[in-house]
């Protein structure tokens, strides 16, 4: 398609949301329960990837930036990531701690927004994560310094070459850089799909060590 088809295209396209409606009564006190039943109803869907997530980071400037990252695990009622700390996305949360993740799930009309401030795990953490990851992912963490611009096309298999060499059949320890973040979220939105665009919409916000919620139009 030219780019002008494409336009056509997007232009015409309607899909009618058919999602359950969802009320309060349907909604966990607790947003991270929530969040799990949720998950469950997506695994249970066979959505693929339900756990990639879109991090929006801003940087100093004032400018966002977002990226789909994978949802590896729960810490501290937040939400954790793995990646390399040296990476724009790192350089950006080290300027501005406070990011969002969005959760897209078309086949269930669903949607969970994410907001809250961010810090990386501790280094127990990681290391216990990294000790999981197959080896060729180990050795790719070490080979690549993530958003640097690549110099050469086989700059990448030269160094996992090296790395190989270097390593032989030895342990392949957790380079500094490379590690996880939680998100520690203040605000949790659940977006359900609903025809006519009347879609369903309820938000959690922290209020110390509880949560409000409110529903929101659509
Ligand atoms: C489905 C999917 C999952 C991804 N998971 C991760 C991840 O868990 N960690 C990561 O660092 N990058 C992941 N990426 C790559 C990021 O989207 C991104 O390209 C990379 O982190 C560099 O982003 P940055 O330059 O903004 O730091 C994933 C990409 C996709 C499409």
């Not at 329960?33 to 801003?58: G, H, R």
């Not at 401030?117 to 963490?141: F, H, L, M, N």
Request: charged residues 25%.
């Amino acid at each position: 398609m030219s780019l002008e088809e494409v336009r056509n295209y997007i232009n015409h396209i309607r899909r009618e949301m058919m999602g359950k409606p969802l009320s309060r009564a349907d909604l966990d006190e607790n947003p991270l329960e929530q969040f799990a039943k949720w998950m469950e109803e997506a695994v249970n869907a066979q959505i693929l990837d339900p756990y990639a997530m879109c991090l929006s980071t801003v940087n100093a400037a004032g400018h966002p930036s977002s990226r789909i990252v994978y949802w590896r695990d729960v810490e501290s009622d937040g939400f954790v990531f793995y990646t390399n700390y040296n990476s724009r996305k790192g350089i950006e949360i080290a300027a501005n701690p406070y990011v969002s993740l969005n959760f897209h799930w078309s086949e269930l009309d669903r949607q969970i927004r994410i907001e809250g401030p961010i810090k990386k795990v501790s280094t127990e953490t990681s290391d216990k994560y990294w000790a999981s990851r197959p080896r060729e992912s180990r050795i790719g963490a070490w080979a690549s310094a993530q958003s640097s611009i690549v110099s050469s096309p086989d700059q990448l298999q030269k160094s996992v070459e090296k790395l190989h060499e270097q390593f032989g059949e030895g342990d392949i320890p957790r380079p500094a850089h490379w590690g996880g973040y939680v998100v520690e979220p203040e605000r949790i939105e659940f977006w359900q799909g609903r025809p006519s665009r009347l879609h369903d919409r309820f938000v959690y916000i922290k209020s110390g060590d509880d949560w409000a919620m409110e529903q929101l139009s659509p």
